[in-house]
């Protein structure tokens, strides 16, 4: 059974940052690409970050290149999201995903 759990999330001044975690467990978690996505009130979940299995392949949303930058341990089964320069809009619920699964999400609030 797949499981990913997220936790990080919180409350931050506009120009910080913060780092989420997800954790997983099921399956082997080198074999599998990760990514991250966030949905905003009224609006559509959206893509953030993408990591391959290596790591070695990574792509971001372009609202987040040059803040975000994602990561993962193998060895710790985890993926991790680093978020500096926070801005108001990038408050949301952020997720984590590995292909059919999801996380049940972590908000991240970020006041002007």
């Known amino acids: 059974q797949v499981q990913l759990v997220e936790s990080g999330g919180g409350l931050v001044q506009a120009g910080g940052s913060l780092r989420l975690s997800c954790a997983t467990s099921?399956?082997?978690?080198?074999?599998?690409?990760m990514g991250w996505f966030r949905q905003a009130p009224g609006k559509e979940r959206e893509f953030v970050a993408h990591?391959?299995?290596?790591?070695?392949?990574?792509s971001y949303a372009d609202s987040v290149k040059g803040r975000f930058t994602i990561s993962r341990d193998n060895a710790k089964n985890t993926v991790y999201l680093q978020m500096n320069s926070l801005k108001p809009e990038d408050t949301a619920v952020y997720y984590c995903?590995?292909?059919?699964?999801w996380g049940q999400g972590t908000q991240v609030t970020v006041s002007s």
């Open positions: 995903n590995r292909g059919r699964y």
């Open positions: 990591i391959s299995w290596s790591g070695g392949d990574i």
């Open positions: 099921g399956g082997i978690f080198t074999s599998y690409a």
